[in-house]
């Protein structure tokens, strides 16, 4: 997983690809997305820097900004990952979510924050993105997300089994009420989260070299005849196999996504 | 082969001993029943000492056990005719999940489970009950005739995990599950789920997203396996007991927390060792929540499967 962590920040101008080692002049990086010059690696972008490169300037409004954890089972060292989780990420849960324009469209989005352990989907995780649906589903809006997750959260236990079952209901609302629903897969989206409302999207987006699969490597290596492939739980891998429908680079996901909204909306809903 | 754990060893000696008196009195013609009868008495009051007080761990063993009636079992002994469907019409056929037609005390259903195997061979072609995508891809298959005749959709769930391999990631098994839970959600018949053994994670929950979630009450259901969560939170697998306390991952601690509706007792010693009782309490049980079930309009179900899921989380609002 070092590998593709964040880029190793050596000094405040220069930070280092952590695929490739290639020393980075810091405002070309940022420039270019936090995407290496040399090698392409897409690096991990915080969750709000992500809905910032995405969306119309001072167009987002963030919802439920109110929702905090609990820690419904006293679980071990739970509340003090949690508040580890609020340092690494700066968010107070590992999903930020709120209303937005794009290119002009009206859109609910969210993207979620690996650095908020391991983006892991919890009640208020859960709890936030059924609520994305259910905003799309009455204010007829679309959906887009951002997916960055290492699964359900182990330490709401049962909990967060059931979340995997409330957003894949609401993911139901948004269909029946015929609005687009995008995901956008990001490093890494795993397990509880990909096995429900990640999956049911209408179109899959994923960016280049994304871990996307559902148990850990090794564990999918054990259960199997064989090696796995060399690209196995990459999002090529997802795209050959038929997973995920488009891999687009960070600097193309923009245009990408606009034009999937101009595809799917009424008429009577572009250029606003 | 008897497998007995480590809580078990003191009843299976006093079984062996009761065998033992019973062999000896028939063989030598004599009349032992008094001494029998207070070994049996003396086992009955240890069955209640031990099962007093089960451990989440012992749980996990429980819903483990090698004699654990398993889905077929259960279909067999409560149902008055079953006939099993196959295949998920994109060419596959998953023996880690039957399903098929059913008649159950005046209903007819559609009924769809997870299934170990009893010996080496047919746990090798049950994969132990670690459904791919083509099972969940039956068990939607099964899910959409239950909604085009109009029957009710009763599942028995009893999974480790779905299958994590190599081939089922490329055939899409995140997809599976998730497309699994959203076609239970869109149904407008009854549905039950009854977790009879092992609720294991996204396995499980890919075919519970019910009206009514029934336990037995040694089943276990949890997000992640005890021994995955100790080599986490512990860095041992081998603290797997103090894991499965942490997840509470009982049916006791389920029905706590709202996330089931039903407890259904099994008989002393376990469901292993009266797997007919079981089955008879697991069978009413169902009929008592289709009764209820019935009674509601098709869009009615299906809004109250949302609202039953959709209440679940606990979080704090500032």
Redesign the interface.
Known sequence: MQRRGVAQENSEQWVQCSKCKKILFRPDFERAMRVCPHCGHHHRLRARERILLTVDADTFQETDA?????D??G???YADKLHKGSATSGENEAILTGTALLNGYDIVIGAMDFGFMGGSMG??V??KV?RCFERGAERKLPVILFCASGG???Q???????????T??????LQRAGMPYIAVFTDPTM??V???????ADVIVAEPGALV????QR???Q??V?K??AN??TAE?QHE???VDLIVPRKQLRPTLTYLLEMFLPVEAHAR | MMTIFDFEKPISELESAIAELRQLAAEKGLDRSREIAELEAQRERLLKQIFAHLRPWDKVLLARHPKRPYALDYIRLMCENFLELHGDRLGFDDPAIVGGLAKLGGYRLVIVGQQKGRDLKERQKRNFA?AKPEGYRKAMRLFRLAEKFRLPVLTLVDTP???????????????A???S??TM??LTVPTVSVIIGEGG??G???L??ANRVLMLEHAI????PPEG?AA??YRDPNKAPQAAD????TAE??LE?G?IDLVIPEPLGAAHRDPQTTALSVRTAVLQQLDELSRMEPDALREH??QR??Q???????
């Open positions: 109110d929702l905090r954890p609990a419904p089972l679980f071990p060292d009640s208020v859960g709890e059924a359900a959260r182990m709401e236990g049962l909990i967060s089994l059931m979340q995997m079952a409330k894949t209901a609401a993911v139901g609302k397990a509880g990909l096995a429900s409302f990640a999956s049911l699969g559902f148990a850990g564990v999918a290596a259960a199997s064989g796995p492939p196995f739980q891998f196999h038929g997973m | 670690m995990a779905a299958d994590p391999g190599v081939e089922s990631e490329s055939r899409g098994i995140s997809e599950i998730a497309q839970m959203l959600f869109e994670s996204g499980a929950i890919a519970a997203a259901y949890s997000v992640i969560c986490i939170l942490a997840l509470k991952l601690s389920a927390l996330l499967r949302y899921f959709r679940m989380g606990v979080y704090e609002t500032v």
